[in-house]
């Protein structure tokens, strides 16, 4: 396994616009009315004192390409890419885990027992939205530290992106350690805590290959996702 490299990022600097909560709370057509904006706002506050957001990632080589369908690594395990991130210049893969911490779960889930159900939804909602601004921090220091190696970064894929099976996240735990930060799969091949999220990142010499090709809503086949953030095309 290579060296997995752990970031732990300020809760204040991750940036959630009550619009994003919205969308994660009702779906993309669904508008809070002041009294949910404020119940939001306040959930969003609540939430930033008590996430422990990290990053975690390591650079995988990647030993041969078997184009188009996939590339093995240098632990001889073999990863099939998406059609869109097919790429025969192919350097290295990614493994990228982010995670709030387990205290948001636990705060939701006492909500709920508690029987105050709108603000546990809503507390979720702010934490999907918190966990997607991590994704996006991460996202765009990989893209940094492959410019530093003049290469360029691709778009995420994983576990339960498009056509990849959830099966698939005991593959990508195999290829970095997130002791570190806290997280563990269960039985299932879940993230435990809840909200984490996980995803291959690949790096290559192809400067078409990046990762500028919209907001991931348009490389989804979920057309009727009801928390589609732009049209599907």
Same mark, same amino acid.
């Given at each position: ?16 616009? $009550? ?12 508008? &809070? ?5 404020? #119940?939001?706002?306040? &959930? ?8 422990? =957001? ?8 990647? !030993? ?16 099939? $890419? ?10 290295? /893969? ?9 205290? $948001? ?6 909500? !709920?027992?508690?029987?105050?159900? #709108?603000?546990?939804?809503? /507390? ?5 939205? #918190? /966990? ?23 778009? =995420? ?6 056509? &990849? ?25 879940? &993230? @435990?805590?809840?909200?984490? @999220? ?5 790096? !290559? ?20 996702? $009801?928390?589609?953030?732009? =049209?599907?095309?």
């Amino acid at each position: 396994m290579s060296e997995t490299i752990n970031i732990h990022v300020l809760p204040e600097s991750l940036n959630v616009s $009550l619009k994003e909560v919205g969308r994660y709370a009702g779906g993309s057509r669904y508008r &809070m009315d002041a009294e949910m904006e404020q #119940l939001a706002s306040k &959930m969003l506050d609540r939430a930033k004192k008590i996430i422990s =957001p990290a990053v975690a990632y390591a650079i995988q080589p990647v !030993t041969s390409i078997d184009s188009p369908k996939g590339v093995c690594l240098e632990s001889s395990s073999y990863i099939e $890419l998406p059609s869109e991130e097919q790429d025969n210049a192919i350097v290295s /893969l990614t493994a990228v885990v982010c995670t709030l911490g387990a205290k $948001l779960d636990k705060k939701i889930k006492d909500l !709920t027992i508690q029987g105050k159900i #709108l603000e546990g939804m809503v /507390l979720d909602a702010v934490g999907v939205a #918190l /966990l997607e601004s991590l994704g996006m921090k991460g996202r765009i220091h990989l893209k940094k530290e492959a410019q530093k190696r003049g290469l360029f970064a691709g778009c =995420p894929f994983g576990p339960g992106y498009g056509k &990849m099976p959830l099966a698939a996240q005991s593959t990508l735990f195999k290829h970095i350690d997130t002791q570190a930060i806290g997280i563990r799969l269960n039985k299932s091949g879940v &993230m @435990l805590p809840l909200k984490s @999220l996980s995803f291959w990142l690949r790096w !290559t010499t192809n400067p078409r290959a990046t990762e500028n090709h919209g907001y991931k809503c348009q490389r989804c086949d979920l057309s009727n996702c $009801l928390y589609r953030k732009v =049209p599907y095309l």
